[in-house]
């Protein structure tokens, strides 16, 4: 299991390797521009509304009471920043992906036929009406399904006890939606959908939670951040042509 983490958390680095070969270079473009616009205004956003958020979250406690407030700062504070870095992060993720979704298949296209020297098919080189329909279709699917797992989690962090895991459960659930994000690219360029690309990636989970740990990670490190959708693309496509055969 750990070997299979560390594995899948490499595939990052083979993506950034990746992105960086000139017969690839021209089609990470609009995938980066798109991310560097959407992150750079989530940064911007999240930091001028994020304590106010967290303030929010507190009742006003009378002066008597103010070390539970001190207490509840200390104990809660950790717990609702992972939940709202993760909503933001995933919200402006999931819109990125989706306005450059088109873009991203034709770039795991393209870095699949690198790795294999096999074209997928004689297509255009630019997203077709087709594409762009399916692409959608996949990303609004991936949208209801973090939406029905993120209400389970909020519940299991109201929980006493429970909750004192909330945030590693909440880690471990970003890099799970990260990981399926990315897989989808490479993995609907041969024709399966969301529901299939969940049920295989859970055959495989440490490789592929190795992976999305990865994308998580650079996705929380600003300017990595830029980079992180076309690396992301294409070490998943990477993780694909090396293990499909366990992924399907």
Excluded: C
């Excluded at 008597?64 to 809660?76: G, K, N, R, V, Y």
């Amino acid at each position: 299991m750990i070997g299979n983490l560390f594995k899948g958390f490499g595939h990052i680095f083979e993506g950034l390797k990746l992105i960086t070969q000139p017969g690839l270079r021209r089609f990470v473009l609009i995938p980066l521009s798109i991310n560097i616009t959407l992150f750079g205004g989530a940064t911007w956003y999240l930091f001028i509304k994020f304590d106010e958020w967290m303030n929010s979250l507190l009742p006003d406690f009378p002066d008597w009471l103010s070390w539970l407030e001190t207490a509840l700062i200390w104990l809660l504070w950790p717990l609702f920043s992972i939940m709202i870095l993760l909503v933001i992060f995933y919200t402006f993720t999931f819109i990125a992906n989706l306005i450059a979704a088109p873009f991203n298949s034709l770039l795991a296209e393209k870095v699949e036929k690198h790795l294999t020297g096999q074209p997928l098919d004689t297509g255009p080189s630019f997203p077709t009406s087709e594409m762009i329909k399916r692409s959608i279709a996949s990303e609004i699917g991936k949208l209801f399904y973090f939406i029905k797992w993120w209400i389970v989690l909020f519940i299991l962090t109201l929980i006493p006890v429970i909750n004192l895991a909330a945030p590693f459960i909440w880690i471990l659930f970003g890099a799970w939606m990260l990981s399926l994000e990315y897989l989808d690219y490479p993995m609907s360029n041969h024709n399966k959908f969301f529901k299939d690309i969940n049920k295989q990636a859970i055959s495989k989970r440490s490789l592929s939670l190795g992976f999305g740990g990865s994308v998580m990670l650079f996705t929380s490190i600003p300017v990595l951040n830029f980079i992180a959708m076309p690396a992301g693309v294409a070490g998943a496509t990477s993780l694909w042509v090396k293990y499909g055969d366990q992924l399907s």
